[in-house]
């Protein structure tokens, strides 16, 4: 799957997202290693602090399926805007690969791809991390 292809994914989550307090929508597409595709949104809940953002409602997924390594994950969100994971989000797909590539778009279709470790550099862990 390309990066256009994984970022046109997340897109397509915008629409299920659940965000009424915000208004922010945002999808996101976990590619695993063997191909597999992992989607998510955001679900807001009127008690802030159980909000799930979109990657991590993706990597639960993934996860729950027994998926520990992942290749790329695309975000989009309703700003059109470039929209990179949150803090939370960078520090819980760390803990499955810091190599991740995070691909992130807007509305003029231009795409950028990052390397997680490099949005999250010095990541704290108590374990250590696959390099790979």
Known sequence: MTDV????????????????????????????NDDTLYTGCNIESAAYGATICAERTALVKGVSEGHRKFKSIAVASSSGDF????????????E????????????????????????????FTSIELDKS
């Open 5 to 32: 292809e994984l970022y046109q994914k997340a897109v397509e989550q915008l629409e299920k997202a659940y965000a009424p307090y915000s208004g922010f929508s945002v999808g996101a597409a976990l590619l695993s």
């Open 83 to 94: 929209t990179f994971p949150c803090g939370i989000c960078r520090q819980t797909l760390v």
């Open 96 to 123: 499955f690969g810091p190599n991740l590539r995070v691909i992130v778009g807007n509305l003029k279709g231009q795409i950028q791809v990052f390397l997680l470790k490099d949005l999250l550099p010095e990541a």
